[in-house]
């Protein structure tokens, strides 16, 4: 059985960027293969580190991001394993094992560490090495499909790189997952997904960003997202028409409208092209964004605590399981048993 793996850092609450190229991928892959794939969904603590976060919020960031996902959707049962990262040893342990056949060469070359790391002084290793360990989070579970948004595929051509050098050297240990190219297909897309900042169209939403208005969180409440959506950058050209180069802004809100109502985006771009009221395009996809939240709330907050620690209590058996067999296989392939 094949397996289909995602994870999101928890070190904030998620943004709608999160939500719409990361998270409902997922879902929708979780649902159309639960009985024929292993779906692996797990909360990249580790990860979360790599940003200043406040520990304290640490374990209420984890509980949460695994109700999102229950609240967007994912189905549970025998094929779902949900774990947290920092409860199965062997992701730090095979990270260590992959930087020893990294390069610096290769992992200066990663976007998302020259965007991190762009104005600051100092610098932590795990924004530098982070895509290392995100390549043992997959390559012990032998994912050939891993769902994440655009930014996210340098980051898995890396993982087929380290896993296919591996291979060379120690024999054929990890399964090579699927190219992003193959990856888009699986997913059901044209293309991978990039939400925008909405202040800063020219820039991926991120959650890490600080100014408030240029993302839309989950937890916003309705009214606060319709803001930011009626406050985002466009242009002053005055015409709407989908181009992400010339009119990234209004192009993103397109974007948006289609995959929150789960329209083609085709569709979005024939109903709005060749008009020049950008305010109703932001009222209509204000409303859009409203009425996601507004549902996702509701169900967010009709689960508890309890039913996330009974998921995690099994699926962090499985994951052991499965992690410390292909850790093993590595250790011996390297000597190190
Ligand atoms: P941070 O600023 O902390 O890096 P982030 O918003 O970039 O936060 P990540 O935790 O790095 O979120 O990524 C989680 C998942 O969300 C990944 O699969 C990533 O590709 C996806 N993702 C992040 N931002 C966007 C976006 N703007 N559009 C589509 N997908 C996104
Ligand atoms: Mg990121």
């Known amino acids: 059985m094949k397996t289909i793996l995602t994870g999101l850092r928890a070190n ?12 409902l991928p997922m879902v929708r892959l979780a649902n159309k293969h639960v009985n024929d794939c292993h779906l692996n969904l797990f909360v990249p603590d580790l990860h979360s580190m790599i940003s200043e976060i406040d520990g304290g919020d640490l374990q209420s960031n984890i509980l949460r991001s695994i109700k999102c996902y229950l609240a ?25 094992i ?14 998302q560490y020259k965007e991190k790391s762009e104005g600051k002084n100092s610098v932590n290793v795990g924004i530098f090495d982070y895509p290392v360990l995100m390549a043992g989070d997959i390559l012990l579970y032998s994912a050939e ?8 595929f340098q980051h898995i051509e890396l993982t087929r790189n380290l896993a296919m050098r591996f291979n060379n050297r120690y024999g054929d240990i990890f399964t090579i997952p699927a190219s992003t190219k193959e990856q888009v297909k699986f997913m059901g897309l044209e293309e991978g997904i990039r939400i925008r900042d909405l202040l800063n169209p020219e820039k991926k939403m991120s959650k890490s ?13 309705p009214e606060r997202a319709a803001k930011k959506i009626m406050s985002a950058t466009t242009d002053s050209l005055g015409k709407i028409k989908f181009d992400m180069w010339g009119q990234p802004g209004i192009s ?14 085709q569709e979005v771009i024939g109903k709005w092209s060749g008009e020049t009221k950008y305010g109703e395009l932001k009222k209509q996809v204000a409303a859009s ?32 399981e499965v992690a410390n067999t292909k850790l093993l296989e590595v250790q011996k392939a390297v000597g190190l048993r």
Not at 209 to 221: C, F, P, Q, R, W
Request: net charge negative; charged share 20%; aromatic share 6%.
């Open 98 to 111: 992959l930087n020893c056949i990294a390069t610096m060469g290769e992992m200066n070359r990663m976007t």
């Open 289 to 320: 964004v409203s009425k996601l939240l507004t549902d996702f709330q509701v169900r967010i907050n009709e689960i508890s605590d309890d039913q996330v620690y009974e998921l995690l209590e099994s699926g962090e058996r499985y994951a052991n």
């Open 12 to 23: 904030s609450v998620f943004t709608i960027g999160n939500y719409l190229g990361a998270l």
């Open 209 to 221: 960003t600080v100014a408030e208005n240029s993302k839309i969180m989950l937890d916003d409440t």
């Open 252 to 265: 993103n809100l397109m974007v948006i409208e289609s995959l929150v109502n789960d329209i083609p985006l």
């Open 72 to 96: 967007a959707g994912m189905p549970t049962g025998k094929n779902v394993h949900i774990y947290r990262q920092s409860r199965v040893p062997a992701h730090s342990e095979l990270c260590w």
């Open 145 to 152: 499909y891993v769902p994440v948004g655009e930014d996210q």
